[in-house]
């Protein structure tokens, strides 16, 4: 019985392995073959900027509300809503660094931008309002808000799914 145990965790450590250097190859070759992401996108004039600017305000009180109702009922003591209110905070954040980034490159034409070649972007602010250039530059950052709260959403999901299997998790309040 014991050796047939041994066979199949064996196996089990085999087949992990495998998944894992399968998962590492497809990102490598995903890193290899990077082409610029585009994150921010332009829209139609003007309907569409002013839709997509107004759903990224709608985002941010939604996210607002969910944070600001997850302490008001007590739920972050638990780990895996407290990762869900971390994520909402930066989706609050990633939205409002959108909508900064959309107003300046698509609405107030106090910025000038001229893509050279791939790789290269050309500013040029209005005469006295050279400081919107390096605010243009941390507003297209936006995947460092996105990204991680995002993955703290997955955390928290995950977190709150195994408590729910483990049949931990307290009867929810209403």
């Known amino acids: 019985m014991t050796g047939v145990l041994v066979f199949f965790t064996e196996r089990l450590r085999s087949i992990r392995a495998g998944r894992f250097f399968l998962?590492?190859?497809?990102?490598?070759a995903s890193v290899l073959s990077a082409a610029p992401a585009l994150a921010t996108q332009t829209h139609g004039e003007p309907e569409g900027l002013v839709v997509h600017q107004m759903a990224h305000i709608l985002f941010a009180l939604s996210m607002g509300t969910l944070a600001y109702w997850l302490g008001a009922r007590g739920l972050t003591v638990r780990r895996g809503w407290r990762l869900i209110r971390y994520a909402a905070v930066l989706l609050i954040v990633w939205n409002l660094d959108a909508f900064?980034?959309?107003l300046l490159d698509e609405q107030t034409g106090?910025?000038?931008v001229q893509q050279i070649d791939p790789r290269h972007l050309f500013l040029a602010p209005q005469p006295g309002l050279e400081v919107?250039?390096?605010l243009y530059y941390l507003v297209k950052l936006d995947h460092l808000w996105c990204v991680p709260a995002?993955?703290?959403?997955f955390l928290g999901l995950r977190c709150l799914a195994d408590e729910s299997e483990a049949g931990g998790a307290p009867p929810e309040a209403s």
């Open 100 to 102: 900064v980034a959309h």
């Open 132 to 134: 919107l250039a390096p």
């Open 23 to 28: 998962g590492f190859a497809v990102w490598i």
């Open 110 to 112: 106090f910025l000038t």
């Open 150 to 153: 995002l993955i703290f959403l």
